[in-house]
Nanobody, 126 residues
Framework: QVQLVESGGGLVQAGGSLRLSCVAS????????MGWFRQAPGKEREFVAS????????YYADSVKGRFTISRDNTKNTLYLQMNSPKPEDTAIYYC???????????????????WGQGTQVTVSS
């Protein structure tokens, strides 16, 4: 049974930094099968970052490009999201995503995701 457990959320000041973690258990996921999404109150779940199928540069939403960095530690089966210079508009529940549904090639839309974590709240104060 696949489980994704996020941690690291909390309250952070704008301009600070925060690192989210996601530990996957139940199976090992390849690079293109893991990513992060977020959902703010009253809004739809949206893509944040994920790895590319080719192993090249990761994909980022335009709103976080240059501020957030996705990485992973394969020895720990753990995915990370380093959030630098967060803004109040980054406030949301952040979800770890893993597994790619057919016919998608990677994780860049909610419909492409097989497994979700329970989410971790990130609140950015101004």
């Amino acid at each position: 049974q696949v489980q994704l457990v996020e941690s690291g959320g909390g309250l952070v000041q704008a301009g600070g930094s925060l690192r989210l973690s996601c530990v996957a258990s139940g199976r090992t996921f390849s690079n293109n099968e893991m990513g992060w999404f977020r959902q703010a109150p009253g809004k739809e779940r949206e893509f944040v970052a994920s790895f590319s199928r080719s192993g090249g540069n990761p994909y980022y939403a335009d709103s976080v490009k240059g501020r957030f960095t996705i990485s992973r530690d394969n020895t720990k089966n753990t995915l990370y999201l380093q959030m630098n210079s967060p803004k109040p508009e980054d406030t949301a529940i952040y979800y770890c995503a893993a597994g790619v549904k057919w016919p998608f090639n990677d994780i860049r839309t909610p419909n492409s995701v097989k497994y979700w974590g329970q989410g971790t709240q990130v609140t950015v104060s101004s």
